[in-house]
């Protein structure tokens, strides 16, 4: 930008004998920020040099002079116009006419202006001349502007200058606008702190471009946030707004941005939040973006939920914890001018003092300020009268305050205001009283009217049939600044008032619920928890359905549901907790599965059917956030509870005990998961039969723990059965089907059958990503399956270690590091890194590894147990062969006394204890549990397992460590046979069993 010269004129004759300017000074109310950038830009395309000024005169200062100042710069004044703008200071309407009509009238040849809008200006300003951009297209508006001006459309330079405008259109929103609430006409002040951020995030490092708006409730973050994401919106390509107070709504509002971008992903929240970080974070198809996180005060989950890369990213919390994570800007009070000029726009009639000394009486909070800006705007009240009433008000339903910095005189103000809506509009009172019974933030108000009549309480019944009174009930609420129209509820030709929404500030929902609490409130909460059973959409395990769930779950506990004993109300309920746990909502559903028991348990009995789902659901919660231990303690309780019960109730049992044997195979207990997995097989097969849902679950979990027991030729066959039968039943895509394939691919792998694995799990990875998208946790678990399988086939050396990596950072992101879904592939992935090498690398993360399976599992669980032998691998590739001996014998004592002698695991970690004491010079014990190591391989896995073979070039290796050569050469010799005709001569393990590299076994730490 051109700085500012000299007084006087300064044009020159344009193309045509026009005189054009040669600078032009652009005035504007930061509201209009967006109007001035693109005068300013299209001005300079055409050669003309442009200084941007922001203009909020100060109201001491006669405006004058403030207008003389400006015409201290060279050439023409361009005054950015609407209506807002005779009201910065604000002054009366006579001064800007008199000043209109004499000092700008003297220097009209120095003045030029636009108008922004269709509503009617001041009189005097016609002077300014000003042309209207209301409505017109981009080309028609810079026409409209460069005839104002006096610049001819042809000047040399013009287009040409700039042939792609960088500057949107402010007219034209971005291409991407999710949800930001509407422009506060009224909003006031705040320009400097909006400069302020601009700046703070202009500045910031790429990747790093995070700003957090902190500050007590009340303080007016969500207002700048919005007006930040208007004022600035031409800089962006995408501005997305994310409501957080409640974090099953935050995910949903973030994952909805895969829908706006289009992204090839399914329903699954975690599954779209990952795709749009990535998109993000790549910053295709568009870099220019803002993402405005509202009401974060939680500050857990900030690495999977924050986004980076080349955009921008704004939160507003009260949470200063904030500042370990992002730059953060403090918001104060309003100062003194910013309160006054507020109050003097909403309410015409105060004087600078009245303002001034209400301003002081609320703390120059804008919260408080804009309720009694409304009030007193609304009702004409004196200013004297007013601050009497609330000096002297006694609030006998408000015992304490309401803390975070609230000034007290405001609760006065606004049971002044309830009042005086008792009197004059009593069915606002009504609506007030029944958005209380909901959860602060959000409300589907409109559910109401989709109610039956007869069924809402009676004072309410108007709302389901009078329209009219409906919205000049909600109109009334709006104006006085007490509720605020969420922008999705906005009536249009395919909404309207049953799907309308409002939004109630925390504070003023706090406030509200104590005023108007009366015998009116247990039958609007009452009313409020038959609305959710009515919104319940009846099937949550259909993604498609989950945002409702999600805005249904923050209003349960308000409502009084949770206590409800009606049982459609506890339906929903328990539907609420199982979308919960198929969406992925572990931390959510936990929490209220807690709050539903604590409300259950003083009126239900404990073996009632809802009781026994919730129990169900809890657990199945509780093992997939790695809570064991809690699971089988709620399982096992019931079970009890269920033995003692008379008469017997079977197919409770039945779910209770499947549960239970769920929870051993976690706990490593598996010859007991698998005599109770029979137990549940054979009591499903009576009770529901052979081809029924819970059977087919029953036969698939019996796979799954004959595996964990080494028995892995009888978990395939009954996996390939399994699958047969999900086929038959359920049919290819179901998800239940697709991990019956998992299965019985990691069945092929434990084989050694790495060719036929890897072939099928190629096949069912794609099937995944079709059916549930790439990044749903059962389709990484597939994936990571695959990896696997690549790993051990050989031929995909070159890239697997970069796949691997990646894969480990999105299995992260959904299941966070401590998982044992992560931990079981961060294992893997070291184990990787040792084998090719990096073992400082590799070190570090199996230690990682094996410390957070101790913590999860506890030191004797065969898992936590068998990660001894990875980190006696790790020391001895780094020659510390000593220690690394000590860890492996310990292992190998361990897992022999949990698992048996013959398990696969003892036997892979026998291989590695051989090598060590190889390596360690002692050859004759070494020799010995070799000899013994292959004679269990042969008897439990077959003469042409991997395994097998591997312990059979460990025996010949010890052999000619004893000298015994031509019985090491025997062994060597058929060893190498085999796995030239099993795995091929050129597959990794045959290419070093030919070098004589001594095979070691991975320990794989799979917990399923």
Not at 59 to 80: C, M, T, Y
Not at 844 to 866: I, K, Q
Request: proline share 5%.
């Amino acid at each position: 930008m051109a700085e500012q010269g000299r007084s006087g004129g300064g044009a020159v004759a344009d193309r045509g004998g026009t005189t054009a300017p040669e600078h032009v000074l652009v005035v504007f109310p930061g509201y209009h920020r967006p109007w001035a950038t693109w005068i300013a830009q299209r001005l300079e395309s055409y050669g003309i040099r442009v200084t941007q000024q922001r203009w909020d005169p100060p109201r001491e200062v006669p405006l004058e002079d403030s207008l003389g100042d400006l015409l201290l710069a060279r050439g023409q004044v361009l005054l950015v116009l609407n209506d807002w703008f005779f009201e910065l200071g604000p002054r009366p309407a006579g001064e800007w006419n008199d000043v209109l009509r004499g000092f700008v009238a003297a220097h009209a040849d120095r003045f030029a202006a636009v108008n922004l809008t269709n509503r009617p200006l001041l009189p005097a300003t016609a002077v300014l001349e000003p042309v209207s951009l209301w409505g017109a297209g981009e080309d028609e508006a810079e026409a409209r502007v460069l005839s104002r001006l006096g610049i001819d459309p042809r000047r040399a330079g013009g287009r040409r200058a700039a042939p792609g405008s960088v500057v949107r259109y402010p007219d034209t929103p971005p291409e991407i606008w999710g949800e930001v609430p509407r422009r506060n006409r009224r909003f006031t002040g705040r320009d400097d702190l909006l400069t302020e951020l601009q700046q703070r995030l202009m500045d910031a490092d790429r990747g790093n471009a995070a700003c957090t708006l902190l500050g007590m409730s009340g303080i007016g973050k969500t207002q700048i946030a919005a007006e930040y994401a208007h004022r600035f919106s031409p800089d962006y390509d995408i501005i997305w707004w994310v409501s957080s107070d409640d974090r099953n709504i935050q995910r949903d509002r973030l994952g909805g941005l895969a829908v706006a971008l289009e992204l090839p992903v399914g329903n699954e929240p975690g599954e779209r939040i990952r795709a749009v970080r990535e998109a993000l974070r790549r910053g295709t198809p568009h870099s220019r973006w803002l993402i405005v996180f509202d009401g974060w005060d939680d500050t857990d989950g900030i690495d999977v939920m924050l986004p980076q890369g080349p955009g921008h990213v704004l939160v507003t919390s009260r949470n200063r914890a904030w500042a370990d994570h992002t730059d953060v800007v403090e918001v104060p009070s309003f100062d003194r001018a910013e309160s006054t000029a507020y109050l003097m726009r909403r309410a015409p009639h105060l004087t600078a003092l009245e303002a001034d000394e209400v301003a002081a009486e609320f703390g120059d909070v804008p919260l408080p300020l804009v309720q009694a800006a409304a009030w007193l705007g609304e009702s004409g009240m004196e200013v004297d009268e007013y601050l009497r009433m609330v000096r002297e008000g006694r609030l006998t339903t408000m015992d304490e305050p309401t803390g975070d910095g609230f000034p007290h005189a405001s609760l006065t103000s606004w049971s002044i205001l309830i009042n005086r809506l008792r009197r004059a509009q009593p069915q606002a009172v009504e609506i007030l009283s029944l958005c209380a019974s909901f959860a602060p933030g959000r409300i589907p108000l409109g559910l109401v009217r989709t109610h039956p009549q007869a069924d809402l309480p009676e004072d309410l019944r108007w709302m389901a049939t009078d329209l009219a009174a409906w919205t000049r009930a909600l109109d009334t609420l709006v104006n006085y600044s007490v509720l605020t129209r969420d922008s999705r509820g906005v009536a249009s030709t395919e909404t309207g008032p049953h799907q309308e929404s409002v939004h109630m500030h925390r504070l003023v929902h706090d406030i509200v619920s104590r005023l108007t609490d009366g015998e009116q409130r247990e039958a609007h909460r009452r009313a409020v928890r038959t609305l959710i059973a009515e919104a319940d959409p009846g099937d949550p395990m259909d993604s498609r359905h989950w945002p409702q769930y999600a805005e249904l779950l923050p209003h349960l506990a308000p409502s009084g549901a949770l206590a409800s004993r009606n049982p459609r109300v506890q339906n929903a309920i328990l539907n609420c907790l199982r979308y919960c746990y198929r969406s992925g909502e572990y931390t959510a559903g936990t929490r209220l599965a807690e709050l539903i028991r604590a409300e259950w348990s003083d009126f239900m009995d404990p073996l009632a059917q809802p009781m026994l789902d919730l129990t169900t659901q809890e657990s199945n919660i509780l093992r997939s956030s790695g809570r064991f231990r809690e699971a089988h303690a709620l399982d096992r309780a019931l079970l009890d509870r269920l033995g003692r019960a008379t008469p017997r109730n079977e197919l409770g049992e039945l779910f209770c005990n499947s549960n239970v044997a769920a929870n051993l195979r976690y706990l490593g207990q598996y010859r007991d998961a698998e005599v109770l997995q029979r137990e549940v097989l054979e009591s499903a097969q009576a009770l529901l039969g052979d081809a029924e849902f819970v059977t087919l679950v029953a036969r698939h979990n019996l796979g799954v723990v004959l595996r964990l027991l080494g028995r892995y030729q009888e978990a395939y066959e009954l996996d390939i059965d399994t699958l047969a039968q999900r086929e038959t039943v359920l049919r290819t895509r179901h998800i239940n089907t697709l991990n019956s394939v998992n299965a019985l691919v990691h069945d092929l792998f434990t084989l050694g059958r790495y060719r036929d694995a890897l072939v099928r799990q190629e096949a069912n990875v794609r099937m995944h990503v079709q059916v549930l998208g790439a990044q749903h946790p059962q389709t990484l678990s597939a994936r990571a399956q695959l990896a696997l399988c690549r790993r051990r086939e050989g031929g995909f050396q070159q890239d697997i270690g970069q796949q691997m990596e990646s894969l480990l950072e999105q299995i992260e992101q959904v299941h966070g590091r401590s998982h044992y879904v992560t931990l079981s592939f961060i294992t893997n992935y070291a184990s990787y890194l040792r084998e090719h090498g990096d073992l400082n690398k590799a070190r570090d993360l199996t230690e990682e590894a094996e410390a957070a399976y101790r913590t999860l599992l506890g030191p004797v669980h065969p898992v936590s147990t068998g990660m001894l032998t990875n980190i006696g691998l790790v020391m001895q590739a780094s020659g510390e062969r000593s220690d690394a001996l000590a860890l492996l014998e310990a292992s190998l004592a361990g897992l022999t006394s949990s698992l048996g002698a013959d398990h696969p695991w003892v036997l892979g970690c026998a291989l590695n204890t051989a090598a060590a004491r190889n390596f360690n010079g002692r050859v004759a014990d070494a020799t010995e549990l070799s000899r013994e190591t292959l004679r269990r391989a042969r008897h439990t896995l077959g003469n042409e397992h991997p395994l097998t073979l591997s312990a059979q070039i460990a025996l010949a290796a010890d052999l000619r460590g004893l000298r015994e050569v031509e019985e090491a050469g025997k062994v060597e010799a058929d060893a190498l046979s085999t796995l030239t005709r099993t795995l091929g001569a050129q597959h990794p393990h045959t290419l070093s069993a030919r070098q004589r590299n001594r095979p070691y076994w991975d320990f794989e730490a799979f917990l399923v």
